[in-house]
């Protein structure tokens, strides 16, 4: 995205502030200090686009900065530090959050974790059943565009839904013996954790890439990880965006 590393903490610190404002249940006194941080984190890459209109780099800025120098109005600089502010927070919480619920879940049943260990080629497989069975985006909102019947329930067009997406992983009807969580599954991709139709997730395949990558690096530095029984395991205050904020691990 263009992003200096030395700032990568502080974005990570702000994208908590945004899920805790959004989506979770602050006091009154804890809503003015997340909107403070959110202003500077808008400011931030308001700061950011401005600063690579004369300094181009190989990142996701440069690029949409390309779009903006050949027809100004197709994309403002407003616009483009708007889909950062998007993109930096979305792109990267929802996959650290995948990354913690797959090594949970691994780790919970040590003959998980070994079978991952002996056969890497079973790591996709771990990565998809995670999605399924511990979505990291358990619920989302939408808005009926039209009359509908869904459940036989009848909505108006502007009805304003809370899906529970995390349920569609638990469906018997596709998923067999769905509350048992086995990385060997066959058609877990089945899962609708990116979503479906025109709102698939853009970022599907990078995210899952990424998870991949972690749990090779994983069980090829650390084959004996396993987690520290009786340590708390916190997950983020919020109802939208599920996975443990931390994991007591031993290595050896």
């Keep these: 995205m263009g992003v200096p590393e030395d700032d990568w903490a502080r974005l990570k610190e702000w994208c908590g ?50 779009i903006h120098d050949e027809d100004p109005e197709a994309l403002t600089h407003e616009e483009i530090a708007s889909i950062l502010f998007s993109l930096s927070f979305a792109g990267h919480e929802t996959t650290n959050n995948l990354i913690g619920d797959l090594v949970r879940r691994l780790l919970e049943e040590r003959s998980r974790w070994e079978a991952i260990v002996a056969d890497p080629a079973l790591i996709p497989g771990a990565v998809d059943e995670t999605l399924r069975f511990d979505t990291s985006v358990p619920v989302w909102r939408r808005v009926t565009t039209r009359p509908v019947t869904l459940g036989g329930v009848d909505l108006p067009e502007g009805a304003k839904l809370f899906l529970w997406l995390a349920a569609t992983g638990r469906d018997g009807a596709v998923f067999p013996d769905p509350d048992r969580f086995d990385p060997q599954r066959e058609g877990a991709h089945h899962h609708l954790a990116f979503g479906k139709g025109i709102h698939y997730c853009a970022g599907a395949s990078l995210g899952k890439l990424e998870a991949r990558l972690a749990l090779e690096g994983l069980t090829g530095r650390f084959p004996g990880l396993r987690l520290v029984e009786g340590r708390p395991m916190p997950f983020h205050p919020n109802i939208s965006f599920r996975g443990p904020q931390h994991m007591i691990v031993a290595v050896g």
């Design 17 to 66: 502030h945004r899920a805790t404002l959004a989506w979770g249940r602050p006091a009154p006194d804890e809503q003015v200090e997340h909107a403070r941080n959110m202003a500077a984190y808008r400011g931030y890459l308001r700061r950011l686009v401005a600063s690579k209109v004369d300094d181009r780099a190989d990142d996701y800025a440069s690029a949409l900065l390309a």
